[in-house]
Protein backbone atom coordinates (compact mmCIF):
# COMPACT_ATOMS: atom_id res chain seq x y z
CA UNK A 1 0.00 0.00 0.00
CA UNK A 2 2.71 2.06 1.05
CA UNK A 3 4.56 1.60 -2.36
CA UNK A 4 1.64 2.20 -4.68
CA UNK A 5 0.79 5.50 -2.66
CA UNK A 6 4.77 6.54 -3.46
CA UNK A 7 4.29 5.82 -7.18
CA UNK A 8 1.31 7.77 -7.24
CA UNK A 9 3.02 11.09 -5.84
CA UNK A 10 6.10 10.38 -7.57
CA UNK A 11 8.36 9.85 -4.25
CA UNK A 12 9.72 6.41 -5.80
CA UNK A 13 11.55 5.52 -8.93
CA UNK A 14 9.81 3.93 -11.53
CA UNK A 15 9.16 -0.03 -12.14
CA UNK A 16 10.62 -2.32 -14.71
CA UNK A 17 7.09 -3.35 -16.18
CA UNK A 18 7.63 -7.22 -17.34
CA UNK A 19 4.59 -7.45 -20.00
CA UNK A 20 3.86 -11.08 -21.26
CA UNK A 21 2.26 -11.27 -24.56
CA UNK A 22 0.09 -14.49 -25.46
CA UNK A 23 1.78 -14.62 -29.50
CA UNK A 24 0.27 -17.17 -31.74
CA UNK A 25 -1.13 -16.23 -35.71
CA UNK A 26 -3.55 -19.07 -36.59
CA UNK A 27 -3.25 -18.38 -40.11
CA UNK A 28 0.18 -19.45 -39.86
CA UNK A 29 0.75 -23.32 -39.64
CA UNK A 30 3.83 -23.04 -38.00
CA UNK A 31 3.16 -20.91 -35.08
CA UNK A 32 2.95 -21.91 -32.02
CA UNK A 33 0.82 -20.17 -29.39
CA UNK A 34 3.29 -19.30 -26.53
CA UNK A 35 4.05 -16.06 -23.72
CA UNK A 36 6.70 -13.51 -25.21
CA UNK A 37 7.95 -11.08 -22.28
CA UNK A 38 8.48 -7.57 -23.06
CA UNK A 39 10.08 -4.83 -20.80
CA UNK A 40 9.58 -1.23 -20.24
CA UNK A 41 9.92 1.65 -18.14
CA UNK A 42 6.70 2.67 -16.61
CA UNK A 43 5.20 6.24 -17.08
CA UNK A 44 3.04 8.26 -14.51
CA UNK A 45 -0.32 7.24 -15.75
CA UNK A 46 1.06 4.92 -18.01
CA UNK A 47 -2.66 2.10 -19.42
CA UNK A 48 -1.89 -0.77 -21.03
CA UNK A 49 -2.85 0.43 -24.39
CA UNK A 50 0.52 2.87 -23.65
CA UNK A 51 2.36 0.46 -22.68
CA UNK A 52 1.79 -1.59 -25.97
CA UNK A 53 1.71 1.01 -28.40
CA UNK A 54 5.34 1.72 -27.11
CA UNK A 55 6.61 -1.86 -27.37
CA UNK A 56 4.79 -1.83 -30.99
CA UNK A 57 6.91 1.39 -32.06
CA UNK A 58 9.92 0.88 -29.83
CA UNK A 59 10.34 -3.20 -29.65
CA UNK A 60 8.26 -5.16 -31.53
CA UNK A 61 5.72 -3.73 -34.55
CA UNK A 62 4.40 -7.35 -35.18
CA UNK A 63 2.24 -7.18 -32.27
CA UNK A 64 -1.13 -7.44 -33.14
CA UNK A 65 -4.18 -5.55 -30.38
CA UNK A 66 -6.56 -3.30 -31.20
CA UNK A 67 -7.98 0.11 -30.23
CA UNK A 68 -9.88 3.05 -31.47
CA UNK A 69 -11.22 5.03 -28.91
CA UNK A 70 -8.77 4.99 -26.34
CA UNK A 71 -11.33 6.79 -24.09
CA UNK A 72 -13.63 3.12 -23.08
CA UNK A 73 -16.26 3.61 -25.19
CA UNK A 74 -15.24 1.46 -28.46
CA UNK A 75 -14.44 -1.76 -26.52
CA UNK A 76 -12.04 -2.88 -29.20
CA UNK A 77 -8.65 -2.90 -27.00
CA UNK A 78 -11.12 -5.93 -24.45
CA UNK A 79 -8.29 -8.41 -23.39
CA UNK A 80 -7.83 -11.01 -20.52
CA UNK A 81 -5.26 -9.18 -18.31
CA UNK A 82 -4.27 -11.12 -15.47
CA UNK A 83 -6.66 -13.73 -16.54
CA UNK A 84 -9.40 -11.25 -15.89
CA UNK A 85 -11.61 -9.69 -18.89
CA UNK A 86 -10.82 -5.92 -19.02
CA UNK A 87 -10.10 -2.66 -21.76
CA UNK A 88 -6.19 -2.04 -21.79
CA UNK A 89 -7.02 1.49 -22.24
CA UNK A 90 -8.71 1.52 -18.76
CA UNK A 91 -6.08 -0.14 -16.96
CA UNK A 92 -3.46 1.43 -15.21
CA UNK A 93 -0.07 -0.27 -14.93
CA UNK A 94 -0.01 1.17 -11.28
CA UNK A 95 -2.53 -0.75 -10.37
CA UNK A 96 -0.74 -4.25 -11.58
CA UNK A 97 2.01 -5.74 -10.70
CA UNK A 98 5.53 -5.92 -12.37
CA UNK A 99 4.83 -8.53 -14.44
CA UNK A 100 1.75 -8.81 -16.50
CA UNK A 101 0.62 -11.36 -18.77
CA UNK A 102 -2.04 -10.78 -21.48
CA UNK A 103 -4.16 -12.74 -23.74
CA UNK A 104 -7.19 -12.52 -26.18
CA UNK A 105 -10.51 -12.86 -25.03
CA UNK A 106 -11.87 -16.50 -25.36
CA UNK A 107 -14.57 -17.51 -27.11
CA UNK A 108 -14.21 -15.14 -30.17
CA UNK A 109 -12.46 -16.44 -33.57
CA UNK A 110 -8.69 -14.70 -32.81
CA UNK A 111 -6.75 -13.03 -35.69
CA UNK A 112 -3.67 -12.99 -34.22
CA UNK A 113 -2.41 -12.41 -30.60
CA UNK A 114 -4.95 -10.07 -29.12
CA UNK A 115 -6.54 -9.08 -31.80
CA UNK A 116 -10.18 -11.26 -31.76
CA UNK A 117 -12.82 -10.52 -34.08
CA UNK A 118 -15.74 -9.50 -31.72
CA UNK A 119 -17.88 -7.83 -34.40
CA UNK A 120 -18.28 -10.93 -36.21
CA UNK A 121 -20.27 -12.70 -33.03
CA UNK A 122 -21.89 -9.66 -32.48
CA UNK A 123 -23.46 -8.96 -35.67
CA UNK A 124 -24.61 -12.77 -35.68
CA UNK A 125 -26.66 -12.41 -32.04
CA UNK A 126 -27.70 -9.00 -33.38
CA UNK A 127 -29.82 -10.57 -36.71
CA UNK A 128 -30.61 -13.84 -34.52
CA UNK A 129 -32.16 -11.28 -31.63
CA UNK A 130 -33.40 -9.35 -34.11
CA UNK A 131 -32.10 -6.15 -31.81
CA UNK A 132 -33.71 -2.95 -33.75
CA UNK A 133 -37.22 -1.97 -33.20
CA UNK A 134 -40.45 -3.26 -34.72
CA UNK A 135 -42.70 -0.99 -35.92
CA UNK A 136 -45.45 -1.91 -38.29
CA UNK A 137 -47.02 1.56 -38.07
CA UNK A 138 -45.99 3.46 -41.23
CA UNK A 139 -45.04 7.19 -39.91
CA UNK A 140 -44.65 10.26 -42.20
CA UNK A 141 -40.78 11.72 -42.78
CA UNK A 142 -42.36 15.00 -41.14
CA UNK A 143 -44.28 13.26 -38.46
CA UNK A 144 -42.26 14.10 -34.93
CA UNK A 145 -41.81 11.22 -32.57
CA UNK A 146 -43.77 10.78 -29.55
CA UNK A 147 -42.21 12.32 -26.80
CA UNK A 148 -40.56 9.83 -24.33
CA UNK A 149 -41.27 10.06 -20.19
CA UNK A 150 -37.83 10.75 -19.12
CA UNK A 151 -37.24 8.42 -16.63
CA UNK A 152 -38.27 5.65 -19.14
CA UNK A 153 -35.48 7.25 -21.79
CA UNK A 154 -33.18 7.09 -18.62
CA UNK A 155 -34.06 3.55 -17.67
CA UNK A 156 -33.44 3.01 -22.08
CA UNK A 157 -30.26 4.51 -22.12
CA UNK A 158 -28.72 2.85 -19.10
CA UNK A 159 -28.59 -0.16 -20.87
CA UNK A 160 -27.13 1.05 -24.49
CA UNK A 161 -24.29 2.21 -22.80
CA UNK A 162 -23.17 -1.31 -23.63
CA UNK A 163 -19.79 -0.91 -25.93
CA UNK A 164 -19.82 -4.63 -27.29
CA UNK A 165 -16.31 -5.27 -25.90
CA UNK A 166 -17.05 -8.75 -25.46
CA UNK A 167 -16.18 -8.64 -21.63
CA UNK A 168 -19.27 -10.17 -20.35
CA UNK A 169 -19.29 -12.90 -22.88
CA UNK A 170 -15.27 -14.30 -21.62
CA UNK A 171 -16.19 -14.48 -18.37
CA UNK A 172 -19.40 -16.08 -18.85
CA UNK A 173 -18.97 -20.12 -17.47
CA UNK A 174 -21.72 -20.85 -19.92
CA UNK A 175 -21.12 -19.51 -22.68
CA UNK A 176 -17.49 -21.63 -22.86
CA UNK A 177 -20.07 -24.81 -22.38
CA UNK A 178 -22.87 -23.89 -25.17
CA UNK A 179 -21.65 -22.50 -28.02
CA UNK A 180 -25.08 -20.77 -29.11
CA UNK A 181 -25.92 -18.82 -25.53
CA UNK A 182 -26.72 -15.33 -26.23
CA UNK A 183 -24.92 -13.99 -23.01
CA UNK A 184 -25.58 -11.29 -21.05
CA UNK A 185 -24.74 -8.92 -24.07
CA UNK A 186 -27.71 -10.12 -25.99
CA UNK A 187 -30.11 -10.93 -22.93
CA UNK A 188 -29.10 -6.83 -21.83
CA UNK A 189 -30.77 -6.06 -26.14
CA UNK A 190 -33.89 -7.95 -25.67
CA UNK A 191 -34.21 -5.74 -21.87
CA UNK A 192 -33.57 -2.88 -24.21
CA UNK A 193 -35.76 -3.51 -26.44
CA UNK A 194 -38.45 -4.73 -24.13
CA UNK A 195 -38.42 -1.52 -22.42
CA UNK A 196 -38.98 0.43 -25.38
CA UNK A 197 -42.83 1.65 -25.68
CA UNK A 198 -41.68 2.38 -29.72
CA UNK A 199 -41.29 -1.21 -30.43
CA UNK A 200 -43.96 -3.26 -31.05
CA UNK A 201 -43.36 -6.72 -30.43
CA UNK A 202 -44.85 -8.76 -27.51
CA UNK A 203 -44.00 -10.54 -24.99
CA UNK A 204 -44.38 -13.76 -26.46
CA UNK A 205 -42.24 -12.95 -29.08
CA UNK A 206 -39.56 -11.73 -26.81
CA UNK A 207 -40.30 -15.64 -25.46
CA UNK A 208 -39.69 -17.39 -28.85
CA UNK A 209 -36.02 -15.39 -29.13
CA UNK A 210 -34.55 -16.18 -25.81
CA UNK A 211 -36.97 -18.38 -23.59
CA UNK A 212 -34.82 -21.17 -23.54
CA UNK A 213 -31.16 -22.92 -22.32
CA UNK A 214 -29.80 -20.68 -25.09
CA UNK A 215 -31.32 -18.60 -23.62
CA UNK A 216 -32.10 -16.76 -20.35
CA UNK A 217 -32.68 -20.15 -18.12
CA UNK A 218 -29.02 -21.09 -20.31
CA UNK A 219 -27.65 -18.67 -17.39
CA UNK A 220 -26.09 -20.11 -14.46
CA UNK A 221 -26.11 -17.22 -12.55
CA UNK A 222 -22.35 -17.17 -12.06
CA UNK A 223 -22.58 -13.34 -12.51
CA UNK A 224 -18.93 -13.31 -14.36
CA UNK A 225 -20.68 -10.67 -16.81
CA UNK A 226 -21.73 -8.45 -14.17
CA UNK A 227 -18.31 -8.72 -11.86
CA UNK A 228 -16.27 -7.33 -15.37
CA UNK A 229 -18.41 -5.33 -17.81
CA UNK A 230 -16.27 -2.10 -17.84
CA UNK A 231 -19.33 -0.04 -18.28
CA UNK A 232 -20.87 -1.34 -14.72
CA UNK A 233 -24.42 -2.09 -16.29
CA UNK A 234 -27.03 -3.60 -14.19
CA UNK A 235 -26.82 -7.11 -15.88
CA UNK A 236 -27.60 -9.22 -12.69
CA UNK A 237 -30.69 -7.25 -12.20
CA UNK A 238 -31.64 -7.37 -16.08
CA UNK A 239 -30.77 -11.22 -16.58
CA UNK A 240 -32.78 -11.83 -13.52
CA UNK A 241 -35.68 -9.88 -13.95
CA UNK A 242 -36.06 -11.98 -17.53
CA UNK A 243 -35.70 -15.00 -16.08
CA UNK A 244 -38.82 -14.41 -14.13
CA UNK A 245 -40.65 -12.63 -16.71
CA UNK A 246 -40.10 -15.49 -19.63
CA UNK A 247 -40.72 -17.95 -16.72
CA UNK A 248 -44.07 -16.70 -16.26
CA UNK A 249 -44.85 -16.59 -20.10
CA UNK A 250 -43.80 -19.97 -20.59
CA UNK A 251 -45.98 -21.56 -17.86
CA UNK A 252 -48.87 -19.37 -19.27
CA UNK A 253 -48.70 -20.35 -23.22
Known sequence: MISILHRKTGTLPPRRLCIQVLRHNPADPASVPHLQPYEIEEAEGMTLFIALN???????????????CRAGIC???????????????????????????LAPLPFFELIG???????????????????????????????????????????????DRCIECGCCIAGCGTAQM????????????????????RDQRSDDDFYELIGDDDG????????????????????????????????VIGFSS
Not at 54 to 68: C, L, M, T
Not at 83 to 99: E, F, K, S
Not at 182 to 187: P, S, W
Open 75 to 101: GSCAMLIDGRPGLACRTLTRDLGTTIT
Open 54 to 68: EIRAAQDPSVQFDFV
Open 178 to 197: REDFVGAIGLNKIARFRLDP
Open 113 to 159: DLSVNTGKWMRGTAERLQTWIHDATPVAIDTLETPMDPDLAEAIYEL
Open 216 to 247: VFGCMSLLGCHDVCPKQLPLQTQIAYLRRKMA
